[in-house]
């Protein structure tokens, strides 16, 4: 990171004198409190963050003797769904998530900084300025689990702090936890039988997406009518008139903390995503309060801010040039991730509880999430018949999903699972929620936790086997969300398409890793597999080895056959009959050098593949498109490949930055290269369109600037509207002639 932009992010992030007066001031009470108590511990008051928000209290908790006190102000940066701040120690230690290029446009607690949609535990990273202070874990309070969330409590009230599971003392410091029983699941066979075909062009496209129908929330919409672009805490919406494109209105939503108690000390996150429908756009913000742990230096200088709730603010834009506000409702939690089928949004967040000394046994907006519909002051706690527990969470973390009927906007039902969403696909019918598992295989030794996931139901693969994955399956029925049904396969997904639903079955497909041998003297293994599931997540049949030594690149599912990337040197790419769900067979394997890292069913039974380029060693060198021959899967082949001369591009890693228009042979996508001096480091990003047919192959048709900041590339997303190309991203909006890329207009945005 450099110094100018360490120095920026450090002004964005420092707290005001007034709040720094109001926590010095609350501590301060605090302390006064503790001393004068005569019994032998200590009383803790405090709020859950969304009671905070509203300005309700909650019964005081008991701190149990021997627990640390609080002793001054110190401040860690540890995530809640998304804590997303650098902190400062003098001559001591930093520790804040690090975010992924991908999620530099679209998030961030800080006021100007971008908010992260990556969670916290994947992205963490300590850097060391001098040795660590020595640090004690937090003891936990002792709390007895009854009424109807006792299940929940339970689990929770053994479970570490998400502080504690960061703390370098925690190891030694970790409780056993209590074995949580799955939930019962009722059987359940729901069919999704579409098969992504390339499309038929309707006037305007829309955002690239897993499933046809299924839309995602992203930082550029369109629905043919008007172009909504976030840009920072706006939203800037504009009329695409080709060369008269402009910009008819700005929504602000700096406003929507105007109800909540200035005491919290909350601040807003940017626009994360959005998404448009019926005349309706609905706008996704996460709401941040600042924490204080007991662990840390007394040197920071820095607040961190934990993530308290996800809004789906919802407009009337109708109009495009009059939005109206409409309607707000929140949810506990980071912003994850969003889905939209006829008419009806689901919501997804991830909310953790960092302070388990916060907890009251006899208010369970403590330690449940909670939703809140326009009134702040009206947060409910998710039912306990609606919340289910995963097996093997070491941190108190929930997936929160709830589903909102657009054109009316109510609730129309909500569930959440005691798991992280590492990935989440949605069907027709389902939502699956993918949480991440992992045990010792060097010492064999398990904790009381780990021992709760099945790892014995596991594949005997001739090595002991290090990952999983528990699946979720929460059932849409309209919006009534219910969890159906849990699972666990072995191996971790490379992303949300490596899951699929098919006539009723769910296919997965995992890098499964491991060792032979013990702590002393062990081989590292990795071995790509596909599962295919029942409704109960029940493996039906399965390809447990697809290759040796290699890990998953890229998956498409299309229908009964399922296509992946692996790679090591080269690219295998795999051709797999699916038609029956209980003998999964490969059908082909075709090697070349490089490989996809994103895959787009084409044309004639022709697949796409976009990713980087390497030789027959492995060596990667900038990236490529690959043209694939599958209408006869049993006979892949490679018909064209076009070397990119670019170090890398979002869309590797987003495929809603890829714009695919197979009808008219189009597929464009931004690209990034850097250049470096002595003194030096230089930044070019573009956006590169390309045409394909079967004669010529791969022919670049159009190059065209785009903004940098910071040595960062600046999200951007293409759409075609009528005969017109629009290339939009926070900075500004080119049009084109969408024949010629004759370029037409700018519309600048900031």
């Known amino acids: 990171m450099s110094d100018e932009i360490f120095d920026k992010m450090s002004a964005q992030m420092k707290p005001s004198d007034e709040l720094l007066a109001r926590l010095d001031a609350a501590l301060a009470a605090e302390s006064a409190d503790a001393a004068s108590a005569a019994a032998p511990s200590d009383v803790v008051s ?35 769904g998304v804590s997303a701040l650098a902190v400062v120690v003098a001559g001591s230690f930093m520790i804040g998530p690090m975010l992924q290029q991908g999620a530099m446009e679209s998030s961030a607690p800080q006021e100007n900084a971008p908010a992260a949609t990556q969670f916290p535990m994947d992205s963490t990273e300590a850097v060391a300025t001098s040795a660590p202070p020595e640090v004690e874990p937090v003891a936990s309070p002792t709390i007895t689990a009854s009424g109807p969330y006792a299940e929940v409590l339970g689990k929770i009230a053994n479970m570490p702090s998400m502080s504690e599971y960061l703390n370098p003392a925690y190891s030694s410091a970790r409780e056993q936890a209590n074995t949580a029983p799955m939930p019962a699941s009722a059987p359940e066979v729901a069919t999704d039988t579409g098969v992504l075909e390339a499309g038929s062009y309707t006037g305007y496209t829309g955002t690239n997406t897993q499933v046809v129908g ?19 805490k706006q939203i800037k919406i504009v009329d695409p008139v080709g060369a008269a494109t402009q910009v008819v209105a700005t929504i602000n939503t700096t406003d929507l903390l105007a109800d909540a108690d200035p005491a919290a000390g909350l601040i807003s996150s940017q626009v994360l995503e959005m998404m448009v429908d019926d005349g309706k756009l609905i706008v996704f913000v996460t709401e941040y309060q600042p924490r204080t742990v007991e662990v840390g230096s007394e040197n920071t200088t820095y607040v961190p801010y934990d993530a ?31 889905r939209l089928s006829e008419g009806v949004l689901y919501v997804v967040t991830s909310y953790s509880i960092d302070d388990p000394a916060s907890i009251d046994p006899e208010d369970p907006s403590t330690f449940v999430p909670l939703t809140s519909d326009d009134d702040r002051k009206k947060l409910t706690p998710i039912g306990p018949d609606r919340i289910s527990i995963c097996p093997g969470e070491e941190i108190p973390v929930y997936t929160v999903a709830t589903a909102i009927d657009v054109n009316s ?18 069907s027709d019918a389902n939502l699956y929620i993918a949480s991440y598992r992992y045990h010792d295989v060097y010492t064999g030794v398990d904790t009381a936790t780990q021992k709760e996931v099945d790892w014995d139901s596991l594949p005997k693969l001739g090595f002991k086997v290090e990952n999983g994955t528990q699946l979720v399956r929460i059932r849409l029925n309209g919006g009534d969300l219910q969890v159906a049904a849990q699972g666990l396969v072995a191996g971790s997904l490379v992303d949300q398409f490596a899951m699929d639903e098919y006539d009723g079955y769910l296919r997965v497909a995992t890098t499964i890793g491991g060792a032979t041998g013990d702590s002393s003297n062990f081989t590292w293994k990795s071995q790509p597999a596909l599962f295919v599931l029942d409704g109960d997540l029940k493996t039906v049949g399965s390809i447990e080895k697809l290759v040796s030594d290699e890990s998953i690149q890229s ?78 899967p049993y006979d892949l082949r490679e018909l064209q490949t076009e070397k990119v001369k670019f170090d890398d591009s979002e869309a590797l890693q987003d495929h809603r930055a890829v714009f695919v228009d197979p009808e008219s042979g189009i597929v464009a996508f931004p690209a990034y290269s850097w250049s470096y001096t002595e003194t ?18 791969f022919t670049q048709l159009g190059s065209f600037e785009l903004p940098v900041a910071n040595l960062s590339y600046v999200s951007t997303r293409a759409f075609r509207i009528e005969s017109s190309f629009y290339v939009a991203n926070r900075v500004e909006v080119d ?16």
């Open 214 to 232: 299924i839309d995602e929330g992203d930082i550029v919409k369109t629905d043919g009518k008007a172009i909504y672009v976030a840009s920072g």
């Open 308 to 338: 308290t709730q996800t809004k789906a603010v919802i407009y009337d834009v109708s109009t495009p040039a009059s939005p109206k506000y409409l309607a707000s409702l929140g949810q506990s939690g980071a912003y994850s991730t969003t």
């Open 555 to 632: 998956v498409r599912f299309n229908g009964a056959v399922g296509y992946v990337v692996t790679f090591q040197q080269v690219d295998p790419l795999f051709a797999i009959n699916l038609g029956n769900p209980k003998d999964p067979k490969v059908m082909d394997k075709l090697k070349v050098p490089g490989y996809s890292t994103y895959m787009h069913p084409w044309t004639d039974g022709k697949l796409l593949g976009l990713g980087y380029n390497a030789d027959t060693n492995g060596n990667v060198s900038g990236m490529k498109l690959s043209m694939y021959d599958a209408a006869n």
């Open 46 to 80: 405090g709020e859950s963050p969304l009671q905070a928000a509203s300005g309700s209290t909650r019964p005081a908790v008991s701190r149990p003797t021997g627990a640390p006190k609080r002793k001054r102000r110190v401040w860690l940066p540890i995530a809640s």
């Open 735 to 750: 049009v084109f002639d969408y024949e010629s890329l004759a370029e037409q207009h700018t519309v600048k945005l900031d």
């Open 680 to 697: 030096t480091t230089n930044m070019s990003a573009v956006y590169l369109v390309y045409k394909y047919d079967d004669e010529a192959g």
């Open 409 to 426: 906007q109510k609730r129309l039902g909500e569930a959440s699972v005691l798991g992280s969403p590492n990935n989440v696909y949605m």
